[in-house]
């Protein structure tokens, strides 16, 4: 079964500064999608970005990135210039790619990120 | 227009009480989910369904009984609440044929059985 683990349960960056999200997978798969969901305490589930396994380039969207590690299992968020609109849990999510009718997301336990003024 | 929207948006009541929370999504999707997340914040899901077939059907105590009547809608059942019940639940949608589609989410309903 596939896991995903978040190690660090809080972070903190101060505004405007960039803060980076640790998370690894398990997975005996080659071919998979790997997304960053972001919580604010609204409680909506806000997809950030997501990753092809089989890309070699990393995803960016805006001031958001990702350095995805295939040979470690490593797909960790960068959040650069960070806002304090950017607090929130952020989850870092699973999802296989030959499941396609109703596949679920396997998500990390989150990261809950503080943004100082 | 809010793409997956779930209501009742919050929930109180009594344990051994039956409660459903309903889901409609207005995008066309072909697949819907039921998540859960519980006091700790960790995301599990329950039921997906494509086009109106039970796909997925987790570990999830047979108290709880999705419904889904057509593709835009999937509702949830739950008899004889119990406390360990209480958690956000959030419905999802997505179109089927590819894993990287996005998964879209309701806002979720915030169970709490006293």
């Known amino acids: 079964a596939q896991t995903v683990t978040q190690s660090q349960p809080e972070m903190s960056v101060q505004e405007a500064e960039t803060v980076t999200l640790s998370c690894t997978y398990d997975?005996?798969?080659?071919?998979?999608?790997l997304f960053w969901y972001k919580q604010p305490p609204s409680r909506q589930m806000i997809l950030v970005i997501r990753q092809e396994a089989y890309k070699q380039q990393n995803a960016t969207e805006n001031r958001f990135s990702v350095n995805f590690q295939k040979a470690a299992k490593s797909f960790s968020l960068k959040i650069s210039d960070s806002q304090l609109g950017d607090a929130a849990m952020y989850f870092c999510a699973y999802r296989r790619s030959w499941e396609t009718s109703g596949s679920r997301l396997t998500f990390g336990e989150g990261t809950q990120l503080t943004v100082n003024p | 227009d809010t793409a997956v929207s779930q209501t009742p948006k919050y929930l109180v009541t009594q344990m051994g009480n039956d409660k459903s929370i309903k889901c409609e999504q207005n995008l066309g999707h072909d697949t819907m989910y039921w998540y859960k997340q519980d006091s700790k914040k960790f995301l599990k899901i329950m039921f997906s369904y494509n086009n109106k077939e039970l796909i997925i059907n987790e570990t999830v105590p047979n108290r709880f009984s999705p419904k889904s009547p057509d593709k835009a809608h999937l509702n949830l059942h739950i008899n004889s609440l119990e406390l360990g019940d209480s958690a956000v639940y959030f419905c999802a949608s997505s179109q089927g044929g590819t894993a990287g589609n996005t998964i879209y989410f309701g806002e979720g309903s915030w169970l709490t059985v006293v």
């Open positions: 997975t005996s798969e080659s071919d998979y999608y």
